[in-house]
């Protein structure tokens, strides 16, 4: 089942969730890792190609799942019981890590294309640098980009934390329902 049911989603979604979930979670440590390097360590120059790279494919594939969520139905609340709250809450939520996610890689852009130069994207191809930039735009483009890497973590651990409590307390399907494709429904 590759599309989503009124019940369950498909394996494009699920695929999509969990490729970027475990992306952004290994950018954020690389970004840590990054941080710490100095011009002179070995795998500077390599560890911020590395970033890029993969920040302009999670970009891409951003923007596949979000056309991926916009002509596919969404499954319904997995807990029937759930107040106006949750319901509410879990559409902030998701509404704020897409957000966040689309705003931190455009921050990145801008960060690695302030001098002008386009990102090199393994050795494959290069995405071009917009053709104008501001005063300070890296420094001001990578402020912002630490400051919302650190709340797009937190509020992704917000987020695996209310699934494993729909999980264990609520004992519901909307973890399951994220790990394992469900059954396609009969027409």
């Given at each position: 089942?590759?599309?989503?049911?009124?019940?369950?989603?498909?394996?494009?979604a699920i695929l999509l969730h969990?490729?970027?979930?475990?992306?952004?979670?290994?950018?954020?440590?690389?970004?840590?890792?990054?941080?710490?390097?100095?011009?002179?360590?070995?795998?500077?120059?390599?560890?911020?190609?590395?970033?890029?790279?993969?920040?302009?494919?999670?970009?891409?594939?951003?923007?596949?799942?979000?056309?991926?969520?916009?002509?596919?139905?969404?499954?319904?609340?997995?807990?029937?019981?759930?107040?106006?709250?949750?319901?509410?809450?879990?559409?902030?939520?998701?509404?704020?890590?897409?957000?966040?996610?689309?705003?931190?890689?455009?921050?990145?852009?801008?960060?690695?294309?302030a001098d002008g130069r386009g990102?090199?994207?393994?050795?494959?191809?290069?995405?071009?640098?917009?053709?104008?930039?501001?005063?300070?735009?890296?420094?001001?483009?990578?402020?912002?980009?630490?400051?919302?890497?650190?709340?797009?973590?937190?509020?992704?651990?917000?987020?695996?934390?209310?699934?494993?409590?729909?999980?264990?307390?609520?004992?519901?399907?909307?973890?399951?329902?994220?790990?394992?494709?469900?059954?396609?429904?009969?027409?």
């Amino acid at each position: 089942m590759l599309n989503n049911t009124k019940t369950a989603y498909g394996w494009v979604a699920i695929l999509l969730h969990w490729i970027m979930a475990f992306a952004i979670f290994g950018m954020f440590g690389l970004g840590l890792y990054m941080v710490e390097l100095t011009y002179y360590d070995a795998w500077y120059k390599g560890s911020l190609d590395l970033h890029k790279s993969i920040g302009i494919l999670l970009l891409g594939l951003l923007l596949i799942r979000t056309l991926w969520r916009w002509i596919n139905i969404s499954p319904d609340s997995a807990d029937e019981h759930a107040s106006n709250f949750e319901v509410t809450s879990a559409h902030l939520v998701h509404l704020g890590l897409y957000l966040l996610m689309f705003t931190l890689m455009i921050s990145g852009y801008l960060i690695s294309t302030a001098d002008g130069r386009g990102i090199m994207v393994f050795e494959a191809f290069t995405v071009p640098a917009i053709p104008f930039s501001v005063d300070n735009q890296e420094d001001i483009a990578g402020d912002i980009h630490e400051i919302l890497a650190w709340v797009l973590i937190v509020l992704a651990g917000v987020h695996a934390i209310a699934a494993i409590k729909h999980h264990f307390i609520n004992k519901n399907k909307t973890l399951v329902r994220m790990l394992k494709v469900g059954q396609a429904e009969s027409k």
